[in-house]
Every structure is written in structure tokens, then in C-alpha cells.
């Protein structure tokens, strides 16, 4: 499987990990700036935990920017800039998830372990 799928996979759980950190939850923050570790299992259950966690982020990215654009329209302070940024991080979680589908990468999941 290309590095570059990979790469996309782990920026993105580790966005997340950086979000959760500022926020304080310091041991969800620990477990997705492990989580790209599980790219290497290459069992078909750890694609599936990271592409999860993934678009779980992405929801996450777009509540923020629905709730922070809320916030910056009621104090009169412009929002389409953050909006925008927050969408992109968003957009790099989907991807990431995305990437993780099809059967280049079903091969590099496959479970290595064959009874033959």
C-alpha cells in the first residue's frame, strides 16, 4: 500500500489528537496519537477501528465549526475564514477514511495469518 495513504490516515488521527488535547482530554488525545500504530497491524479490524475513528473525527471537525461559527456570528466577529479551515480538516479526516477503502487496501489488511 502507498505511504502516502498511510500518511493521510495518521495526519488525520493526529489533527484529532491535537483538537482533543487543546480541550484538555489528555488520554483520548494519548490514544490517537497512538492510534496511526494500528495502520501497521494490517488485521482487517484495525482498518476498520482507524477509517471509524476517522469519520468519527470528521463529524467532530464540523460540529466545532458549526458551533464556533455560531459563536463568532453572535459576537459580530467574522466566521468564513475558521469556517473554511475547519471544513479543510474535516475534508482531510473523510479522505483519510477514504484512503483506507478498496481493494489496495484490502490487500495491505489482509490478515497475514493463512491456514494453508
Known sequence: MPVLRLM????G???LAAHFLRGGHVLLAAALAAA????F????????LVQAALVAGALVWLSTAV???HDRRAEGRPWARMAVILGA???VNALGAALLEGR???????STAKAD
Open 8 to 11: 493521510a490516515a495518521g495526519f
Open 13 to 15: 488521527l493526529w489533527l
Open 36 to 39: 496511526p500504530a494500528a495502520l
Open 41 to 48: 497491524i494490517r488485521s482487517p479490524v484495525s482498518r476498520r
Open 67 to 69: 458551533r464556533l461559527a
Open 89 to 91: 480538516v474535516a475534508s
Open 104 to 110: 489496495r487496501s484490502e490487500a495491505w489488511f489482509a
